[in-house]
């Protein structure tokens, strides 16, 4: 019997965006999901932020919000938040290599985007930005 891994699947589309809280990601994941004629899974920074403990957000190792002025907070993620993160991203390559699509919700913070490309290198990908204007976001 053929395992998972072995198996050959047709090669999966993916779709990693990329944007700020609230600037609509999960809206076009879902308008991908309800339009697409293939299946799209959606993965979700949020769901791999939800499974770290409560002091990821209250310490050092985790998100760190620093309040750069009235209008702007600096947000940077420790140790803890990266480890979680770059499991999302290998997460994301198994799913793709089961032949997968997917439409990938995340925040760059840094070098994410080099880091889906040397994962993903093999795959039909879209590096996508979604932008806002501040009083919308």
């Not at 891994?5 to 700020?20: A, C, D, E, Y």
């Not at 879902?30 to 979700?44: D, E, M, P, W």
């Not at 499974?51 to 919000?65: D, H, K, S, T, V």
């Not at 907070?73 to 290599?97: C, P």
Request: some cysteine.
């Amino acid at each position: 019997m053929e395992n998972v891994k072995t198996k050959r699947f047709m090669p999966p589309k993916i779709v990693v965006m990329n944007g700020v809280s609230s600037v609509g990601k999960t809206s076009v994941a879902k308008a991908i999901q309800n339009h697409a004629s293939r299946a799209f899974l959606h993965v979700q920074m949020d769901d791999f932020l939800r499974m770290l403990p409560r002091r990821a957000f209250e310490g050092q190792e985790g998100l760190i919000f620093k309040r750069i002025d009235s209008h702007t907070i600096d947000v940077q993620s420790g140790d803890l938040v990266e480890r979680a993160l770059a499991g999302m991203r290998n997460a994301v390559a198994s799913m793709a290599e089961c032949g997968n699509d997917m439409v990938v919700d995340d925040v760059f913070f840094a070098d994410e985007d080099a880091d889906y490309r040397r994962l993903l290198k093999q795959y039909d990908v879209r590096l996508v930005g979604l932008f806002a204007p501040l009083e919308v976001v």
